[in-house]
């Protein structure tokens, strides 16, 4: 009883006398007790452990867990977008810093400066060179590289001992299997290049948006709705279909070398991706009908072809504009697509056009990013497994065959 009048008081206390709060909050900040780091071990230890204890239950009926974790998800999300006290933002993101080695020569805002976890999170840094080759292919995110290796068919490496279905993975669909004929659909630019992928995965410390690793002409998007298991090496290392089952955002494009696709993963707290220049796309909603009556991954095209049925409909709200050329019609409904995406981004007739190293978009935890991409000739690796690597970091380059022959004769 005494402990709860204590309790009462001092809660009192903190939220109507500020010369009360700001003693407790030193003094918090002084006691070996107070340590942020063990909380939010402790609190994300009781996240996996319940989103794993569902997961495995193999009996269980699927949707549940899916929305168990789901659910957790969104509470953490929650949690992450609450309005955080000035004096308590630098010793709550100090703290999440020093545990999670953010890199604060990197930041360009003070602690003091983010009102949210969330904003901390997704925090910009001081921009970067990048290497204008069109050869080199750049690392998509500040992360560790899990895996990289050139993929022949549907089942692919995901990590030592554990493989994942490609087509399953892209599409949210069971039934495409990526085996010889649909395999060689994935080269489009010539029947003889090979495709590779590399796949990044992001601590909780790290900067948290994605970047374009090379020019891209982005064709689509489909989001695929799922689960939301973690994604740490220790996890997909001893459970099987996290990948084909996380709820994930796969952005199908082409770059010099033919097609590129990237796929950012989501996973156990982390819902929420987003494109820069897909405002319609909203990840980690809540479904409230059965899940096997939900639609499984939702499609967007980029392309801007001339949409007759959304022209028509404009000219049905602008009375003044009655008769059209056809050049007026694209015009019209360029102006309908083109005030959506930022500046940095070009609308196409066949797709949106994102510059090497431009941001893409953001996890609002760490999580992972998958890179397919079609190439001719010799990959030069400039990083291995387990490094760890940072956005607009060169991570291959496609050789030339002479420049690789005369590479390899220098050597001898
Ligand atoms: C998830 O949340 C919804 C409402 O937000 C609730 O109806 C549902 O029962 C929850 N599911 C689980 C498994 O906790
Ligand atoms: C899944 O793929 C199969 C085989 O390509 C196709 O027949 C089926 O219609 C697809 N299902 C959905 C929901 O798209
Ligand atoms: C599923 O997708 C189809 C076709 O895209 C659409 O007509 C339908 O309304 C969607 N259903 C739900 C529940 O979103
Ligand atoms: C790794 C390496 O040495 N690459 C070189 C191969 O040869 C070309 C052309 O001589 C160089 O530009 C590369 O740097």
């Known amino acids: ?32 007790q107070f340590s942020l780091k063990k909380t939010i071990a402790y609190s994300t230890g009781l996240y996996f452990i319940g989103a794993t204890y569902y997961y495995s239950k193999t009996n269980e009926d699927f949707s549940i867990k899916m929305d168990f974790a789901r659910n957790v998800s969104r509470f953490s999300g929650w949690v992450s977008s609450q ?29 003091e400066n983010y009102e949210t976890f969330n904003q901390f999170f997704t925090r910009r840094v001081k921009p970067r060179q990048i290497d204008n080759n069109d050869e080199v292919i750049l690392s998509p995110a500040d992360s560790k590289v899990l895996t990289i290796a050139e993929v022949k068919g549907d089942s692919n490496i995901l990590v030592k001992g554990i493989n994942y279905k490609m087509g399953e ?15 060689k659909t994935l080269k489009i630019k010539d029947p003889e290049s090979k495709i590779y992928q590399a796949i990044f995965y992001l601590n909780p410390g790290d900067y ?39 709820e994930r955002v796969a952005l199908f494009g082409e770059w010099k070398h033919g097609q590129f696709i990237q796929v950012y993963v989501g996973a156990t707290n982390v819902g ?25 991954s939702n499609v ?13 409909k404009t000219a049905e709200q602008r009375p003044d504009l009655q008769e059209f050329s056809t050049e007026e019609l694209s015009v019209l409904n360029d102006l309908d697509k083109k005030q959506k995406i930022p500046s940095i981004y070009k609308q196409l007739e066949n797709g949106i056009l994102i510059p090497k190293g431009a941001e893409i978009g953001r996890f609002n935890l760490g999580s992972t990013v998958v890179v397919f991409f079609e190439a ?22 496609v050789m030339l065959n002479q420049q690789t022959a005369q590479n390899k004769s220098q050597k001898n």
């Open 1 to 32: 009883m005494q402990r709860f009048k204590n309790f009462s008081k001092n809660f009192k206390d903190f939220v109507i006398n500020s010369q009360r709060r700001e003693e407790m909050i030193l003094g918090w900040k002084n006691s070996r």
């Open 83 to 111: 309005y955080i006290p000035l004096s308590l933002r630098k010793p709550l993101f100090g703290a999440f810093a020093k545990s999670y080695n953010v890199i604060e020569n990197d930041m360009i805002e003070p602690f």
């Open 169 to 183: 993975f892209l599409t949210g669909n069971k039934s495409v299997v990526l085996d010889n004929d649909l395999f």
């Open 208 to 246: 948290h948006r994605y970047h374009s690793p090379t020019q891209i002409l982005a064709k689509r998007r489909n989001h695929i709705l799922g689960y939301l298991a973690p994604v740490k090496e220790s996890y997909i290392s001893k459970y099987e279909r996290v990948y084909e089952g996380n």
């Open 272 to 296: 929420s991706m987003t494109l820069e220049f897909d405002p319609e796309l909203k990840t980690n909603q809540k479904i409230d009908l059965n899940w096997k009556k939900f639609n499984k």
């Open 300 to 312: 967007k095209n980029f392309d801007n072809k001339i949409d007759v049925e959304s022209v028509k």
């Open 376 to 397: 001719k000739g010799d990959l030069q690796w400039f990083v291995k497994e387990g490094d760890k690597v940072r956005y607009g970091q060169p991570v291959c380059q």
